[in-house]
């Protein structure tokens, strides 16, 4: 098959998805602040995306039920659901929790939680303490072989059927069904993913993978995440620069529409490139790793935190084309400005992304 027709069938399955959410789910903009998702909803939503374009099985492998899809496939549908501000779980059940549990599969438990997600099943991993860019160093597995411990900012934890919780440093691997668990929904900035403290107190648990099995495993989840989060990212600033050129073709002041204004085009201008070079590193990123290229870590790296960086700085300016009004609940250029910045914190925080990245590049100058 060659390149170009490749790419056409990307582009061709990413409209499908963003069709079916521009016609199934409920507008974004429904959102409110203090307003708690309908779980049965999202839960009927996910189904639905999951069963009919098969997006939750993209990572899982053929031998599971799976459609054995690379991080390109998942890009293209992160992006897809980025710009429509979809409040389904992909980012939990459709990447970190098959990222994690496919290279454990020899568990039979894990084989059998990759069948229950291509199936639907939500399911989704939980490591924080106060960071959320490292697994909490505290021992998961208790003597009588139950999980106890406490973590933060589980990703759609509150309507999840299913936790995978991540213990020791990320030594210690176990799966736990949500109804053994106290889950509490947290407030978000963001009102379009939800995020949820976890509470276990020996609960019964199914022991995945331990050891640097376990390590491995749980590192490259977080690098799948953070690629899959990049991609929503550069497609959200592509949205929200979309919906601030409507509005300025819309607004006329001084018996003009002020997209015409000097200042306005500037600004429209600086996201467009904004948004423009966000995806071509979210892109690359992706293409160098599954192709096992030398520089990939350092893309991987780089990805991580830039399209997060340029998707609020094109956020924010939509605000400002707005005039102010686009942070009222009425319009979507609030949401995106609240997606944007929750993203920059929701794999790690910007700092220590960052600081990651020029750890890499300083021992690459080192090894050289």
């Given at each position: 098959?060659?390149?170009?027709?490749?790419?056409?069938?990307?582009?061709?399955f990413?409209?499908?998805?963003?069709?079916?959410?521009?016609?199934?789910?409920?507008?974004?903009?429904?959102?409110?602040?203090g307003?708690?998702?309908?779980?049965?909803?999202?839960?009927?939503?996910?189904?639905?995306?999951?069963?009919?374009?098969?997006?939750?099985?993209?990572?899982?492998?053929?031998?599971?039920?799976?459609?054995?899809?690379?991080?390109?496939?998942?890009?293209?549908?992160?992006?897809?659901?980025?710009a429509?501000?979809?409040?389904?779980?992909?980012l939990?059940?459709?990447?970190?929790?098959?990222?994690?549990?496919?290279?454990?599969?020899?568990?039979?438990?894990?084989?059998?939680?990759?069948?229950?997600?291509?199936?639907?099943?939500?399911?989704?991993?939980?490591?924080?303490?106060?960071?959320?860019?490292?697994?909490?160093?505290?021992?998961?597995?208790?003597?009588?072989g139950?999980?106890?411990?406490?973590?933060?900012?589980?990703?759609?934890?509150?309507?999840?059927?299913?936790?995978?919780?991540?213990?020791?440093?990320?030594?210690?691997?176990?799966?736990?069904?949500?109804?053994?668990?106290?889950?509490?929904?947290?407030?978000?900035f963001?009102?379009?993913?939800?995020?949820?403290?976890?509470?276990?107190?020996?609960?019964?648990?199914?022991?995945?993978?331990?050891?640097?099995?376990?390590?491995?495993?749980?590192?490259?989840?977080?690098?799948?995440?953070?690629?899959?989060?990049?991609?929503?990212?550069?497609?959200?600033?592509g949205?929200?620069?979309?919906?601030?050129?409507?509005?300025?073709?819309?607004?006329?002041?001084?018996?003009?529409?002020?997209?015409?204004?000097?200042?306005?085009?500037?600004?429209?201008?600086?996201?467009?490139?904004?948004?423009?070079?966000?995806?071509?590193?979210?892109?690359?990123?992706?293409?160098?790793?599954?192709?096992?290229?030398?520089?990939?870590?350092?893309?991987?790296?780089?990805?991580?935190?830039?399209?997060?960086?340029?998707?609020?700085?094109?956020?924010?300016?939509?605000?400002?084309?707005?005039?102010?009004?686009?942070?009222?609940v009425?319009?979507?250029?609030?949401?995106?400005?609240?997606?944007?910045?929750?993203?920059?914190?929701?794999?790690?925080?910007?700092?220590?992304?960052?600081?990651?990245?020029?750890?890499?590049?300083?021992?690459?100058?080192?090894?050289?």
């Amino acid at each position: 098959m060659s390149e170009e027709s490749t790419r056409a069938e990307l582009a061709e399955f990413a409209d499908a998805v963003r069709g079916f959410c521009q016609d199934k789910l409920p507008e974004h903009t429904v959102a409110r602040p203090g307003v708690v998702r309908d779980a049965d909803a999202a839960r009927s939503n996910w189904r639905a995306l999951a069963v009919d374009l098969g997006v939750a099985s993209l990572l899982i492998p053929e031998e599971h039920g799976g459609s054995g899809a690379s991080l390109i496939e998942v890009g293209r549908v992160a992006e897809a659901l980025g710009a429509e501000l979809a409040t389904v779980p992909f980012l939990s059940s459709g990447v970190l929790a098959p990222a994690l549990l496919a290279p454990i599969a020899t568990n039979p438990v894990a084989a059998d939680l990759l069948a229950r997600i291509a199936s639907g099943t939500i399911v989704t991993v939980a490591w924080a303490g106060e960071d959320p860019g490292v697994a909490t160093a505290a021992k998961l597995i208790t003597d009588d072989g139950g999980a106890s411990g406490t973590f933060r900012y589980a990703i759609d934890a509150d309507i999840a059927e299913v936790v995978i919780l991540v213990g020791a440093g990320g030594a210690e691997i176990a799966a736990v069904n949500a109804s053994d668990l106290r889950i509490t929904a947290r407030p978000t900035f963001d009102l379009t993913r939800g995020l949820a403290d976890i509470a276990a107190d020996k609960a019964p648990a199914s022991l995945l993978a331990s050891g640097d099995e376990a390590i491995e495993a749980f590192r490259d989840a977080l690098v799948a995440a953070r690629l899959a989060l990049a991609s929503e990212s550069a497609a959200g600033a592509g949205a929200a620069l979309q919906v601030a050129v409507q509005y300025a073709r819309e607004r006329v002041q001084f018996g003009r529409e002020i997209g015409s204004f000097q200042a306005i085009k500037h600004m429209l201008a600086d996201c467009f490139v904004n948004e423009q070079s966000a995806l071509s590193v979210a892109r690359q990123a992706i293409e160098a790793l599954v192709a096992a290229e030398d520089e990939a870590d350092e893309l991987v790296a780089a990805a991580a935190f830039y399209c997060a960086d340029r998707y609020v700085d094109v956020a924010a300016t939509g605000i400002q084309v707005h005039g102010g009004i686009g942070f009222t609940v009425e319009r979507a250029a609030h949401l995106y400005r609240r997606r944007a910045e929750a993203n920059r914190h929701l794999l790690g925080t910007p700092e220590q992304l960052k600081s990651d990245y020029l750890t890499l590049l300083k021992s690459k100058e080192n090894a050289a």
